[in-house]
């Protein structure tokens, strides 16, 4: 089964209104051409209004880095599905390895956030993968399959099948460090089998699961061409639209 690859840029905390305005513009001139990929951009909060009137019609879409599971209420700084929906965007990342480091995200409350997503029709990019201490433990495979089987718990096959999975081996974010390319097969592969087996094989057939982990240029296309790696979620070489759209040009040709 051919599955459509999908470039995903994370910005993390960076870039201004202003900033990230110019630099859609730029992407969006860049990649007008490019439709054997699906190219997503997520910018932080209080960017992603403008950038979305940037990106109407085009080939980009919009993605939020997090979403509250209640629609609305007294949750001071949180921000609901339905308010991202409000403003177009299509896509949000939930359970990044930042957010479960730094901000208390569980396996439960990933579960929650996917739930209200999904309910409002965006598409979720699930993120799971292991830290340094657990890969050299050798429990990978371990904490792979608790975050897997505790992110999605309660959903159904055709809900599993309108997911993301965002594969991502902690160790690997922002310290130049890449899993290779047959270390990353292996863990994605290793998720499409379990969701073989929680799930049926059609439905590990059709969700796509990106790799993230210091994907750069040099080594995209190396990653893009394995059976199990169906895109990349992009950190820091997302900020730069020189790379970013070497990152997906490169794709497109491992692709082919």
């Known amino acids: 089964m051919m599955r459509k690859l999908i470039i995903a840029g994370n910005w993390k905390l960076n870039k201004t209104s202003r900033e990230a305005i110019e630099f859609v513009t730029l ?19 209080t960017a992603l209004s403008d950038v979305q009137d940037v990106l109407t019609d085009s080939n980009i879409a919009l993605g939020a880095q997090n979403v509250y599971w209640e629609d609305e209420g007294a949750f001071t700084g949180e921000v609901s599905a339905p308010l991202l929906k409000d403003i177009g965007v299509q896509y949000v990342i939930i359970g990044h390895s930042e957010r479960r480091q730094y901000f208390g995200e569980t396996d439960e409350t990933v579960n929650k ?21 657990e890969r050299e433990k050798g429990r990978t495979f371990e904490v792979l399959e608790k975050q897997c089987r505790g ?27 890449t899993a290779t390319a ?5 863990a994605h592969k290793f998720i499409r089998d379990l969701l073989a087996e ?29 059976p199990d790696i169906d895109g990349a979620l992009v950190g820091g070489a997302s900020l ?5 759209t070497e990152i997906i040009k490169n794709s497109c040709t491992a692709a082919q």
Not at 31 to 42: A, E, K, P, R, W
């Open 182 to 186: 047959q270390q990353a097969q292996e």
């Open 113 to 133: 956030r996917l739930a209200a997503a999904l309910k409002h029709g965006l598409t979720p990019i699930v993120c799971v993968g292991e830290n340094l201490t």
């Open 27 to 45: 992407l969006k001139r860049e990649l007008c051409d490019i439709s054997g990929v699906d190219i997503i951009v997520c910018p932080p909060a």
């Open 151 to 177: 992110g999605l718990d309660g959903l159904e096959a055709d809900e599993v099948e309108k997911i993301i999975i965002a594969y991502e081996p902690v160790w690997a974010i922002g310290t130049g460090k």
């Open 198 to 226: 929680m799930y049926n094989d059609d439905t590990a057939q059709t969700v796509r699961i990106q790799y993230g982990g210091s994907v750069k240029p040099e080594n995209s296309a190396q990653l893009m061409s394995q």
């Open 240 to 244: 730069k639209a020189e790379t970013f």
